[in-house]
């Protein structure tokens, strides 16, 4: 089978993503002769997909619309077989720094950011291991609103106190687990970000 595509990659500074742009996160990147591969995350579902090639690392963050999915896709420069495939003729980068959420805008605006997923950037000045089956841990970055400077996360993330790190997590606002754990606001099943 012979996929023929553009080779057009714009880079910008602002996508829209309401004009039919889906976000997704680079988890790894493959580079073969003509074609980089890049395993994504797009709404917490991880899927591979190919564009000519191009420069990408781990944690950026990328628009792109559908063009062709290849089912059991197989790379015999790769020797490998993925179940599928998603073939881009057009994808639009974006430079994972531009899309930090201080902790002053997430508590100022929380119910704007309930139920979507957004990445922090901070200090851990808190680490608890496995409660609940996850890890919990707070996160400082230098801003408060209205007394408020720590967000709480949950992850399956290994980290230590200290460290400066960019997680990309889900927001829950007003969340009660009982027993006297009550959180304005908490980002939920976050992942490390690494950027380039």
Not at 60 to 68: A, G, P, Q
Not at 110 to 126: A, E, L, N, P, R
Request: proline share 2%; aromatic share 10%.
């Amino acid at each position: 089978m012979s996929i023929l595509l553009s080779s057009m990659v714009i880079v910008a500074q602002n996508p829209h993503p309401e004009n039919g742009l889906k976000k997704v996160i680079v988890q790894e990147v493959i580079q073969v002769s003509s074609y980089t591969y890049l395993n994504v995350l797009e709404d917490g579902v991880k899927k591979w997909i190919a564009v000519p090639t191009i420069e990408a690392k781990t944690g950026d963050s990328c628009y792109y619309k559908r063009d062709r999915e290849v089912m059991n896709f197989e790379s015999k420069e790769l020797g490998r077989k993925f179940d599928s495939m998603l073939f881009l003729g057009f994808m639009t980068k974006v430079k994972s720094l531009d899309d930090f959420i201080s902790i002053e805008e997430l508590y100022k605006n929380k119910k704007q950011y309930s139920g979507k997923k957004i990445k922090v950037k901070g200090k851990i000045t808190k680490y608890s291991g496995v409660i609940m089956g996850e890890n919990w841990l707070h996160l400082e970055d230098g801003t408060s609103f209205e007394g408020d400077n720590d967000l709480t996360i949950t992850c399956q993330e290994n980290v230590t106190e200290g460290d400066v790190v960019i997680f990309e997590g889900v927001i829950s606002v007003n969340k009660n687990f009982g027993s006297g754990y009550f959180y304005k606001v908490i980002m939920e099943d976050a992942v490390i970000v690494i950027l380039p």
